[in-house]
């Protein structure tokens, strides 16, 4: 097969003629043996193949269009599944309890959480390290209060979330009781490693039962994806504003911290975008600092690709296969 821009100077040439394209984007062949402005010929959109008529680029043409998917999602390093089993709350490790009045039901479908007191829930004993956890978990109230929340020892920096909706600061959060599953998801910010217990706590900071149905739950581990090279300076009782690119990208759920900082140096503002960082640092001391600045965050990968294909068996019983394979594109989940 050849291209569709070179049958037309094939054409063109046994016409003894010229095919061009003219402003308006219309393919024109002119003969050199009429005089006059009028060509012999002109191919408007409509004589192409209808799915790509009026192309980008007339070589385009087809019959045949391959379109890849590139699927953009998380990786799955460092996820601890806290339910290797709807039925079961055990990954190896085991589940504590804050009291009596606190407790797991694992007989019906799903595991459903049981607490009464105000700061009542279930844990389990983790080894984490110095960056930011987000637990997921999706969740159906069940009866008694609808709040609901997450503690995690060793005082990290959290915030919380439903349904992917705005983060909040702090540990609790109000799910609709509509019989629904429902997406929690808590960020800790952990600044020195350890070993932490980490809480499910139906109606945490309530007093009286809460009950939830329970159909997973993962801890997953932020990766760090920029640090420093070297300190940066922060001028004495001035703000500088530094524009850093990730090590991976795109990158979602970014946060900026700084790696021991000394008193009176701050981050003050964060913008983050999938290949980097604008971050504002204040030093309100009198004498210069040096800071060395850390992001994390959850690096996306091309995962489980598909591939697509149109064909128009009438045009290729027709003209033969000509096909057209899109460019890899993110944008084509």
Request: hydrophobic residues 35%; aromatic residues 10%; contains cysteine.
């Amino acid at each position: 097969p050849i291209s569709h821009r070179e049958a037309l100077r094939r054409i063109a040439e046994a016409g003894l003629a010229a095919a061009f394209q003219n402003r308006d984007g219309k393919i024109q062949i002119e003969s050199y043996l009429i005089t006059g402005d009028e060509p012999v010929l002109e191919i408007t959109e409509d004589d192409y193949f209808p799915p790509l008529r009026a192309p980008s680029r007339q070589d385009q043409v087809a019959n045949e269009i391959i379109v890849d998917t590139q699927p953009l999602r998380p990786t799955e390093e460092g996820t601890t599944n806290l339910f290797t089993n709807p039925k079961l709350l055990n990954n190896g490790q085991g589940w504590g309890s804050s009291s009596s009045t606190a407790w797991v039901d694992s007989s019906g479908e799903y595991p459903y959480i049981h607490c009464e007191l105000k700061y009542d829930g279930i844990y389990q004993i983790l080894s984490l390290s110095a960056t930011t956890y987000t637990l997921t978990y999706l969740v159906k109230h069940k009866s008694g209060s609808n709040q609901i929340g997450s503690h995690f020892d060793g005082a990290p920096i959290m915030k919380i979330r439903v349904d992917g909706g705005e983060w909040i600061d702090g540990n609790i959060i109000t799910v609709p009781s509509d019989g629904n599953w429902h997406l929690v998801e808590i960020q800790a910010t952990y600044t020195t490693a350890g070993s932490y217990r980490v809480y499910l706590q139906p109606g945490r900071g309530v007093e009286g039962v809460s009950e939830f149905w329970f159909k997973y739950a993962q801890l997953e581990a932020a990766e760090e994806v920029y640090r420093s090279n070297e300190p940066t300076t922060i001028p004495a009782n001035s703000t500088q504003t530094l524009t850093v690119y990730y090590n991976k990208t795109p990158v979602i759920d970014a946060i900026a911290t700084l790696d021991s900082p000394p008193a009176g140096v701050a981050i003050t503002e964060a913008t983050y975008y999938g290949w980097g960082a604008s971050i504002k640092i204040a030093n309100s001391t009198g004498t210069d600092q040096q800071v060395t600045l850390v992001i994390t965050g959850r690096p996306l990968t091309v995962q489980n690709k598909e591939r697509a294909v149109a064909r128009d068996e009438a045009s290729i019983l027709e003209n033969g296969l000509l096909t057209y394979e899109f460019p890899a594109n993110p944008l084509v989940q």
